[in-house]
């Protein structure tokens, strides 16, 4: 069995976990804490309190007693908000905290990108246009290129968490470039895990989206690689590519 601790903030999207482990069919289990939050707002300065180390911590004891091998919090903004390196300060901390691997959905991005051997993404976010922008800033400091983006315009998780597939796919197509090797979807309030599939065979190439990318960082710490086409093609890649994305830039499995 392998499992890994998911600290997620507040309530949104979290039911988008147990159905990933029904897709995955296999013995990896995926314990959630859901943190405080502070306040539910789409602004830096909001997201950047969500990301504060003892929030972050607040779960930790719970997900080690479940038997987690690896921490991820499970925060697109509460991490890219954080700026490039704070957001590896963030989970430096959170591992020396628990004593395991960690990591953050926003990290897990740029690892995913590099697994998929892209440089080239376009990025459809539910934030307004300057978290938008904030994210497009973090994945550049990643070396990824983003060449495309579109802002929904949301003011909250709460508001992000209550949109239907089509808004989602909406998004999609008006983010979409044809210069973009990967399209990404941000936020792990969003529901999306039941139809990564259908997003990628709306646009015709991979599909990164904030829930998916979060499992397989944490499975990736793990050292656990599972074949799932249901969760798209992330998880239907048979060698990793990329080896590790340090703070200082990317490291590519030779």
Known sequence: MTTVGLLYPGHAA?????????????DIRLPLFSTGTGEDAYRADALREQGAPDRIAEGVEELRLAGAEALIWASSGGS???????????VATLARTAGLPASSTSIGFGHAVRELG??????????PEDVTGLFAEFLASAGIEVVAAASGGAGSSAEA?????????????????????????PDTSLHTTAYVPELEELLGKPVLTANQVTVWEGLRLADRRTWAPTLGTLFATREPVLRTLEPKGIEVRE
Do not use: C, N
């Not at 892209?118 to 934030?127: D, E, L, Q, S």
């Not at 209550?162 to 990967?182: C, T």
């Open 14 to 26: 979290e039911d988008d976990f147990p159905r990933t482990e029904i897709l995955l069919d296999t």
């Open 80 to 90: 890219f908000g954080q700026g490039w390196e704070g957001a590896h300060e963030q």
């Open 161 to 185: 968490g209550s949109w239907a597939p089509d808004e989602v796919k909406r998004l999609a197509r008006e983010a979409d470039h044809p210069d973009a090797e990967v399209v990404l979807i």
């Open 118 to 127: 892209a440089g080239r993404v376009a990025v459809a976010a539910p934030y």
